[in-house]
């Protein structure tokens, strides 16, 4: 992503802080465990914000296939790992009558397969492997990703 998006951070910034202020009465008190609720939250927002997105641009590609002829033949759903937990991005396979060919344009135009990880996630997950065991590096990348 080449784009600055401080415009849309601020914004975003400015809602939840007013929403946390409404809705938490007690933030005087629990003041030292907002950092790690708010952390929560804000992986929630990027795993929703990741899943939109993959999905927008699945049901792009597969517009731009059925504007080529093909037809949906079966509806499926894509288990895919991203750095703020899972995500399920839908992928139809389409059907190609003239050809007699099929095509799935979430794996065969996006590179998405079912039960992946991003690049994010591999990474995140061989840094923890390379300093301790593999049991130990899950455990620290639930710890700091959730």
């Not at 202020?21 to 007690?26: A, D, G, I, M, N």
């Not at 949906?72 to 050809?99: A, C, M, Q, T």
């Amino acid at each position: 992503m080449n784009q600055n998006y401080s415009d849309i951070v601020e914004q975003v910034s400015q809602i939840l802080l007013q929403a946390i202020q409404e809705r938490e009465s007690f933030l005087c008190e629990d003041l030292k465990e907002v950092e790690v609720s708010l952390a929560k939250l804000l992986r929630l927002v990027g795993q929703q914000v990741m899943s939109m997105l993959f999905n927008s641009l699945a049901e792009q590609v597969t517009q731009e296939e059925k504007q080529k002829g093909l037809v949906i033949h079966r509806h499926s759903r894509l288990k895919y790992s991203v750095i703020f937990g899972n995500i399920e991005i839908n992928s139809p396979y389409l059907w190609d009558k003239k050809h007699h060919r099929g095509i799935s344009p979430v794996k065969e135009r996006l590179g998405i397969k079912s039960g992946e990880r991003s690049p994010c996630v591999k990474r995140a997950l061989t840094d923890f492997g390379a300093e301790e065991s593999f049991g130990q590096a899950s455990q620290r990348f639930e710890e700091h990703y959730g």
